[in-house]
């Protein structure tokens, strides 16, 4: 009786790694286009999720450096492995209710598995993380993109431009943001980032927040 169990266990271990092993890491590759908006698999490299270096075998909610794990997943004792993993892509709220990935889940099995090989195969080193789409290196910025001076008046503000120029937003247009990572701006000189300078709407991206209202003047011509 106990042994009969004991190979009804392993016959369920058995077919479910060979289910596991089908994955093709190739197609898994494509697959994590899905991902890719929000999780790199450089190592320390966090965007919106933290990075996906080495995830295999690793407690949830312990990527080193990512300070955004909602709490639900820190505590949830789950380890990631080809089973683990394969629940959380399927629907990761049902894994750990309270995640805070905003990730409706794969309900296909197939693609499933090939993610699951790709993320073990670049977890064990087997195939190179992929180069992710940089974020725009605003240390670089050439003149026409720096910000050299903000002014606000009534519900306007003025932003020249380091080539001299001068623009006016409706101040509901323009908006406000830090980047604190090796390509954001250097101190003190904020980067203006906006869909062309022809745009209605911009962002104006400093190196912390206390340098913002520090920045911006009162100033009516
Ligand atoms: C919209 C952004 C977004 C998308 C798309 C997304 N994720 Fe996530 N992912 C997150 C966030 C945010 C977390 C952290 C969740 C938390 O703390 O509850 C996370 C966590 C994870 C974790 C746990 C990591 C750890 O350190 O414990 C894994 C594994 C994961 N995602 C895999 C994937 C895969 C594979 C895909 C593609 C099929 C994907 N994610 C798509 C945002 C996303």
Known sequence: MILHRWFAALAVLVSSAAVFASGDAARGAQAFRACAGCHSLAPGDHRTGPSLAGVFGRRAGTADGFRRYSEALRKSGVVWDAQTLD???????AVVPGTTMAFRGLPEANLRADLIAYLQAVSGGKIAAPKMPGLPDLRAAGAGDRV??????GDTYRVTLGDGTQHAFWEFNLRFKTDSSAHGPRRGQPVIVGAGMGGDRAQVVFAEPAEISAFIRNHCE
Do not use: D, F, G
């Open 87 to 93: 629940a959380w892509l399927r629907k990761p709220e």
């Open 148 to 153: 050299s001076a903000i002014t606000h008046c």
